[in-house]
């Protein structure tokens, strides 16, 4: 399709095992995020990719998550050794604009995937 | 400390009536505003925007309406539709910057 998609959609995983989880974005489209959403709470953004360049990784929890778009395309998030904590809604978001807020126009707003939905026992 | 708020968790409106939400924000340099809407199993998709310059912004049966002195803004739906059904997120962000802040949504339903 022509929309942003993850997978999987649901991952089941121990406590300490590693995770991956894959965000293709809409084709063309230059800004790339991560988001993390909590049961009843709304998206937090982790990372932020312009291209392929990680621009903004300041709201990655901890060292054991890992971003990356080494292509421009194409992101993977990876959580090593993970905790019950972790457990939620992995979003991946994509944006044609370089700067979204920057220059207003339909192309600032965010699309967003389905989502992975993370439980870690 | 959460940046944007939306404090009611859900929301219930007759079929044909007006659904009114609420976000407010605490961060004064925030100066563009977005809702989204949420289905079960799906993400989030965007529904209107509004910048700080504007004070309103319409879009069919949606209207956005910002208060930059109250930190508040408000999403109308008129008249409502039993399809309107669905969460609905706020967010917030600063000129120039990458982040999104979102609220942590409201449940609305419409009743038929």
């Known amino acids: 399709g022509a929309g942003v998609s993850q997978s999987p959609r649901y991952k089941v995983a121990k406590r300490g095992q590693d995770v991956a989880l894959r965000c293709d974005p809409i084709s063309g489209h230059v800004s790339l995020f991560w988001y993390q959403q909590a049961l009843g709470q709304g998206p937090e953004f982790l990372t932020y990719?312009?291209?392929?360049?990680?621009?903004?990784k300041s709201g990655l929890p901890s060292d054991r998550f890992f971003a990356e778009r080494p292509e421009g395309s194409v992101s993977t998030l990876k959580i090593q050794r993970t905790q019950q904590e972790d457990s939620a809604v992995y979003l991946c978001?994509?944006?044609?604009?370089?700067?979204?807020?920057?220059?207003?126009?339909?192309?600032?707003?965010?699309?967003f995937g389905e989502g992975s939905r993370l439980t870690v026992l | 400390d959460q940046q944007v708020k939306q404090n009611s968790p859900s929301l219930s409106v007759q079929e044909g009536r007006i659904s009114i939400l609420n976000c407010d924000y605490t961060?004064?340099?925030?100066?563009?505003f977005l809702w989204y809407k949420k289905y079960p199993a799906e993400g989030p998709t965007f529904l209107i925007s509004i910048s700080s310059i504007k004070d309103k912004n319409e879009d069919g049966r949606f209207t956005v309406f910002l208060n930059k002195s109250a930190k508040h803004l408000s999403l109308h739906i008129v008249p409502s539709q039993p399809g309107d059904s669905a969460v609905y997120f706020c967010?917030?962000?600063?000129?120039?910057?990458?982040?999104?802040?979102f609220g942590s949504g409201t449940k609305l339903n419409v009743k038929p």
């Open positions: 978001a994509s944006s044609l604009s370089s700067r979204p807020g920057a220059g207003w126009g339909n192309t600032g707003e965010l699309f």
């Open positions: 990719f312009q291209n392929e360049a990680q621009l903004d």
């Open positions: 967010a917030a962000m600063k000129y120039n910057f990458n982040k999104f802040y």
């Open positions: 961060n004064s340099m925030f100066d563009y």
